[in-house]
């Protein structure tokens, strides 16, 4: 596998977004790692600059736009296909697990807390 020039983490947890930065960095595998605290900072972003990141690693429960309308908003970009997106959230509901599921740009959904065994899964998925 190639390495991830650039990579989005969406989540409003501080301490996770720490952390997971931290994994990502100590994997070798990620390049560049921006983080942002919801979603609609990043629709911006994605509807306004010609650079677009290789992996989204989105939340659920965030303010403003929580990992549900951000999803939605993204089905509807053009070249949306583009996107690979894992949901790393705490929740263990099969129903968000499910739901994940409908949502072309979903690769896989990862229960938080991170460790290596699932950073290494989500590399292998790409």
């Not at 595998?29 to 690693?57: Q, R, Y």
Request: aromatic content about 10%; proline content about 3%; charged content about 30%.
């Amino acid at each position: 596998m190639s390495k991830i020039d650039l990579t989005y983490i969406i989540d409003d947890d501080k301490i996770f977004t720490f952390v997971l930065k931290k994994f990502l960095e100590q994997n070798k595998n990620f390049n560049e790692i921006l983080d942002f605290k919801n979603g609609e900072e990043v629709l911006l972003m994605l509807t306004s600059h010609d650079f677009k990141p290789d992996v989204i690693l989105l939340d659920i429960n965030m303010p403003v736009i929580d990992g549900w309308q951000f999803l939605e908003a993204l089905e509807k970009l053009p070249n949306k296909e583009r996107f690979k997106i894992f949901i790393m959230s705490s929740s263990i509901d099969k129903t968000d697990i499910e739901k994940s599921k409908t949502f072309s740009t979903v690769i896989d959904f990862i229960s938080k807390p991170i460790n290596n065994e699932k950073l290494n899964k989500l590399v292998s998925c790409l």
